[in-house]
């Protein structure tokens, strides 16, 4: 394990997935600036150290619908999207204000499940993101919430974050989200659950794990945590999944330290991309 967290440090092209309570304040629902510019700065660093970098940023609902003064969680489909299109382009706004201080540029690129699922537009934003990345441009990913509905949306960023690894044949996916990594059991019912710092293998027993009620894990929950660890190590990166409470986390991820639980790549020549996304 101490070499496979050693060997985070020569990954070349990273993935850095934020949940949007990682980037709000739980009481008001606002944006938390400290923790982004700590964010930006780690991830122009790693950028300047001659690293690849994708982000891929939830956020857009919850800053739209802050924005439109809403008290309650928008439910009906109409709302939820408009507040993801006023969200999506503030929260790029303020991206676009922190990464420009250290002149760095971002691009911004929204997807559906069509991206993936249609030949011609797979093969588009592949190319996109080779694209970027080749100039050294951050790319910063969402859903394209504003005109996904049911059969076309991922309905949860960790999975899109993985398929962006997958894409852009990441060596490294790290999903930063409100748990500090896969437990043994639920911590917030059973005391003693443990952290699993390590898994080689995702086997059934994992994925099991993964099946309890996702409400005590936070938004994506960890079903998707785990299909978004199925989906990067068989693209062949490796996975880690950390708190995303402190920014100070994520530089110790990647210096290769054991914080959070890491998930072995398998590349796995044989895996189907677009089945499993089809069947999830
Ligand atoms: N795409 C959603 C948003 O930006 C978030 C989805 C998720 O948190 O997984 O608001």
Redesign the pocket.
Known sequence: MEELRKSILDAKRIVVKI??TSITHEETGSLNFAKLEKLVRILVDIRNSGKQVVLV????????RKALALKEKPQEKSLKQA??AV??AR?MMVYQRLFGEYNQTIAQILMTKVTLLDDVSRENATGTFRQLLELGIIPIV??N?TVATDEIE?????S?SAIVAALVDADLLILLSDIEGLYTDDPNKNPDAKLIDYVEKIDKKIISMGKGPSTSFG??GME?KINAARIATDSGADMVIASGENMSTLAKVLEGKNVGTIFKAHKNEEFDLIGFVENM
């Open positions: 949940g949007t940023s939830s956020g857009a609902i919850g800053v739209g507040c993801a969200g999506q929260l969402n859903e919430d991922f309905g949860d960023n960790d899109l938004t994506g998707t």
